[in-house]
């Protein structure tokens, strides 16, 4: 009989009031190497820390990516993506208006970005989610989570925390914060001139073309 992995811990925060103990347990599983599952603003994520390699690796094997997929950043405010990003002053205008919310932000890197999480071009893809629960994560822990959207390729993203359990075996905890979205972010390339539409989401486009 193959090896069965433990089913991960369940744990519910309210979306609104998050409870600090068990935003602190988040945290406590983030810095032990965990991979995690949390909710977003937009469909629900699996994340870990950005300066593990072995969770890094975990998460690609759990998901099942090619170690060339790209991961996004997550940060708990727009003072936290200065240390990340380039950010010019008409992109600083950008991200302003439309974070906290349903955007990846793809920037230049700058050399805090650790290489393992690196994308070729030497940018980064970033993420302010209007969510309480994962930004308090991303507060607490003191640094961005790398981010990927539960879901497989060619389905829909889980929309249940159950169903998430279910599905990616390996995780160590799934956060609970109530029915997550089917409608990925919209991704948008702001190293380019004129900026990049890579992906049309959740988030509205018409400022950006």
């Known amino acids: 009989m193959g090896y ?27 810095e032990a190497g ?10 629900y994520g699996l994340g870990c820390d950005i300066l593990n390699k072995k969770a890094i690796d975990r998460l690609y094997a759990i998901k099942g990516m090619a170690p060339t997929q790209n991961l996004a950043f997550i940060c708990s405010d727009l003072s936290d993506i200065a240390r990340y990003a380039v950010v010019e002053n008409h992109q600083y ?6 974070l906290p919310g349903p955007y990846c932000f793809i920037l230049e890197a700058t050399r805090e970005v650790p290489k393992l999480v690196q994308m070729k071009k030497k940018t980064v893809g970033i993420r302010v989610p209007d969510n309480a629960i994962i930004r308090a994560i991303t507060k607490e822990l003191g640094r961005p989570v790398i981010s990927t959207t539960a ?19 390996g995780l160590g905890l799934v956060i609970d914060g109530g029915a997550g979205g089917v ?8 190293t380019t001139t004129p900026f990049t539409i890579v992906r049309e989401g959740a988030g509205d486009v018409s400022a950006f073309l």
């Open 183 to 190: 409608t990925p972010t919209t991704v948008i390339d702001l």
């Open 34 to 43: 965990e991979v995690i599952a949390y909710p977003t603003d937009t469909v």
């Open 151 to 169: 879901q497989r390729a060619g389905e829909e993203p889980y929309v249940d925390a159950n169903e998430i359990d279910d599905a990616f075996k």
């Open 93 to 98: 205008r950008l991200l302003r208006h439309h």
């Open 4 to 30: 069965l992995a433990p089913a991960a811990m369940l744990l519910e925060i309210y979306p609104e009031h998050p409870e600090p103990r068990k935003i602190r347990r988040a945290v406590e599983a983030i």
